[in-house]
């Protein structure tokens, strides 16, 4: 690759080594290279051939003190957040700074850049947007000291509201009362659930000599009762189901992989606090740094057709 020159730049480095090696005048030269003679000069005494860096060459001062800077950078250091989800976590901690300045520290701290956990994935395809109401359903295996245990996660892929529960087994009945408590706990209409081809959710994937003859699956039983579609993954393509998987892995980094339970009970009660957390005070990127139950009010407020009561009936009050 070539020599970046200034952009007014009258010669290259190749004249100026020419200029700093001949026997000439000032005058001969600057008359044979068409140049003006004080820039022949200063060519003449410059020792190099290569442009100075441009910019100041003294840092400009920073608002944030060192102790904030050093906040900033431990935090990133331990929750690998990105830029925005850093700069939203601390805001209300650091008031006096603003992405410009965080994205300055974290620069000269040689923490502007996280390091990518798989060189070969690929870019993350956007999810095709539905008005609330639309549901990913899915059940995933975690660990505690007294065992194994089941977590059945929904999550809304308009505003993010998330609904968990735990589960020592993962069968057809507790999937339908995972269903029906979870259409008692959200304000709004669901209109479409999907899942994988589990057992708990459908027979689709059971041959037809084992299927209960004339018989809905309980789950589809209960999705008809609410007037609710229900959609099925392509077998073998998790991918499909990507809302509620991405949601799994948050879910399980903030708590079984960060923590030892001894009980059960700790890991529900942990992952409950979570949630709360995460359904009321977490801003998202997704959902323009506003969080689940915010942006659940807000479509509330334009379309109250899509709920079925006024969703601020979910918010706690002082004597709950």
Known sequence: MGNIQHANAKTTPRIRKEIQESEETISELASRLSLNPKTVTKWKKAGRTEDKKSGPTIPKSTVLTEQEEQIICEFRR???????????????????MTRSSLHRCLQRHGLSRLP?????????????????????????????????????????????????????????????AF???????VPFIIHTILTDNGAQFTYALLAKHLRPKNKMHPFDLVCEEHDIKHRLTKFRHP?????????NKVLKGHTIKLYHYE???????????????YNYQKKLKALKFQTPYDTMIQIYQVNPEYFKLNPESKSLGLNT
């Open 116 to 176: 990518k956990e798989d060189a070969t994935q690929k870019e993350k395809k956007k999810f095709k947007e539905y008005h609330i109401g639309y549901v990913h359903i899915d059940i995933s295996e975690v660990h505690s000291e007294e065992g194994k245990a089941y977590m059945f996660v929904a999550i809304d892929r308009a505003t993010k509201y998330t609904y968990v529960e735990i589960h020592t087994r993962m069968t057809q009945v507790i999937a339908c």
């Open 239 to 247: 991918w499909t189901n990507g809302q509620v998987e991405i949601m």
């Open 179 to 185: 269903l029906q408590n979870f259409i008692t706990d």
């Open 78 to 96: 331990v929750t690998k957040f990105s830029l925005d989800d850093v700069f939203i976590a601390l805001m209300d901690e650091i008031p006096k």
């Open 263 to 277: 009980t059960l009970e700790e890991l529900k009660r942990h992952t409950m606090s979570f949630l709360l957390l």
